[in-house]
């Protein structure tokens, strides 16, 4: 598949055998950072979880290297590609470091106990996501934006090629939106992570994405850089801004177009 590390061809979506979203076509070099945006229900989630595998391909293939993800056996997987939904997590007693440190699984066994060089991975995955300060802390009892720090490491702690994450920052302030996605781009220039992600804050996928992949109806709407994407007329199709009310909001047609002017 050429230079690129990660790669899908004619990759169909959906359920049931039944294509949501056809011919999807995605080339990442190691290290880039993909967002996928576009309006509620458009599938983004959809496309996240066939390409985790955890939803059956309708079609297509996807390439970690020049690997069909399909042909990979489970710990194979684990060991290349990492996975953060927005699904709660239990964790009732555990510790945010116990958390993370579940992320060595893959490496472990089935009795899943640690080596000395699990425990050093567990350590500098801690000081790499900046969550020394609550790493003793009650998981349950942190904030939001510390649970999905945690979150971040336990992913990272599976020592991935790949990470996915699904609407990492949505329920979360703008202190931690920006503090989340800055870790996560100190994480990739560091270590060569390729983060592949659905976010709904556009100012902010223009910002930290080298690809953007928009999705509205059966096929990809567009695919390119941000500066070939955040064009004000494009998104304001893509969301729809021109039916109804939006047309007369100012205020909100401001924020699209400066959106579209950011560097």
Known sequence: MGNYYFST?????????????????????RGEILSIIGPNGAGKSTVLKSI?????????????GSHNLTEMNS????????????????????????????????YTGRFGILSKEDKQVVDEVIELTHITDISYKDFDKVSDGQ??????????CQEPEIVILDEPVSYLDIKYKLEFLSI??????KRGLTVIMSLHE???????SDKILCLKGEYVERYGTPTQVFKSDFIE?????????????????????QISLLP
């Open 9 to 29: 061809k004619k990759m169909c979506v959906g359920y049931d055998n039944k294509s949501l979203i056809k011919d999807i076509e995605i080339v990442l070099s």
């Open 52 to 64: 985790a595998g955890q939803l059956k391909l309708v079609g297509g293939t996807v390439y970690i």
């Open 75 to 106: 710990n194979e997987l684990a060991k290349q590609m990492s996975v953060v939904f927005t699904q709660k997590v239990m964790a009732e007693l555990k510790s945010c470091k116990d958390v993370v440190a579940t992320g060595r699984y893959p």
């Open 147 to 156: 649970k999905q720090r945690v979150m971040l490491a336990r992913a990272i």
């Open 202 to 208: 556009l100012e902010l996928a223009k910002i930290v």
């Open 237 to 257: 199709y893509l969301f729809d801004l021109k039916d109804g009310n939006f047309l007369k909001n100012k205020d909100f047609l401001s924020y699209i177009r």
């Open 184 to 189: 996560l781009q100190e994480i990739r220039k």
